[in-house]
């Protein structure tokens, strides 16, 4: 099992490579040259991101409840919101400092979009078959997203102001004293309730005892994220990149691991395979 499961992954790394290879043509032909000083050129980036991306969604389909078209779209949709709708919100907000184009934004999201669409076929196609089991059942959807929020709110401050303080991305904030706190604080507490999507998807499909659901959903908020940091870019240095990969990496394992556990508290198993 563990061999088809590397072989998998393979297929879906080359996929997800290809895929957004072939979803950027029609969007990126103007794409800025990355800044000088990057560690690797950037199809290295892209075979980086594209065999992260791979390992993670195949761990999650192992241990997904859903098979076929239900777990394609549902990886899909994680995939996105993660990699690159979140980060597209933040990068709007702060584009007095990272000046990216409008359009390149827009076309950002677009490209990322087909090149998810494209791997949620191929997920659903690789996991067609298996062991399926009715998914978990959730209280609590009415006090639970705002906690949630809140929770984002503290681990994404506590990294930030960690973050903040390196000379690399103090220096290259230049606009950052001059955020508004009340906009800054309706921003993430905004992110906080969009992260609870891919957070209640994963706590209703993944199977297992809590603790191993809230490491998984933590694995992935952290490494689906920190892996587009990994993509040289012409709009934000190697050396800030690197301090917000230490940043995202540790609080969103923190957050996806409590977000997780906050979902999942207080839910009703309706299989034998998530009994401890």
Not at 72 to 86: R, T
Not at 120 to 128: C, D, K, S, T, Y
Request: proline content about 6%; some cysteine; hydrophobic content about 55%.
């Amino acid at each position: 099992m563990k061999g088809i499961a590397f072989i998998k992954a393979a297929v879906l790394a080359i996929v997800l490579l290809a895929a957004g290879m072939v979803a950027g043509l029609p969007f990126h032909w103007d794409v800025v040259p990355a800044a000088k000083g990057e560690p690797w050129p950037i199809f290295t980036g892209l075979v980086l991101v594209a065999v992260i991306g791979a390992g993670v969604l195949t761990v999650l389909a192992e241990r997904t409840r859903w098979r076929g078209w239900k777990l394609g779209l549902a990886l899909a949709l994680v995939l996105f919101l993660i990699e690159s709708g979140l980060s597209e919100i933040e990068a709007a907000a702060f584009n007095n400092d990272l000046k990216i184009p409008l359009a390149m934004l827009v076309n950002g999201t677009a490209s990322s979009l087909i090149r998810d669409l494209i791997a949620g076929v191929a997920i659903a196609l690789l996991w067609r078959k298996g062991d399926t089991s009715p998914a978990r059942l959730l209280r609590g959807l009415w006090w639970k997203p705002p906690v949630i929020a809140v929770v984002y709110f503290v681990c994404y401050f506590t990294a930030g102001l960690w973050a903040f303080a390196q000379p690399a991305t103090h220096s290259f904030y230049v606009h950052g004293p001059q955020i508004s706190l009340v906009f800054l604080s309706e921003l993430e507490l905004g992110r906080g309730l969009v992260w609870c999507i891919p957070a209640y998807g994963l706590a209703r499909g993944l199977r297992g005892p809590g603790w191993s659901i809230a490491l998984l959903t933590g694995m992935a908020f952290s490494l689906l994220m920190a892996d587009q940091l990994l993509l040289p870019n012409a709009f934000m240095p190697w050396p800030v990149r690197c301090v917000h990969l230490a940043e995202i990496g540790v609080s969103n394992l923190v957050f996806g691991c409590l977000a997780s556990l906050v979902w999942i508290s207080g839910s009703t198993s309706r299989s034998s395979a998530d009994r401890p």
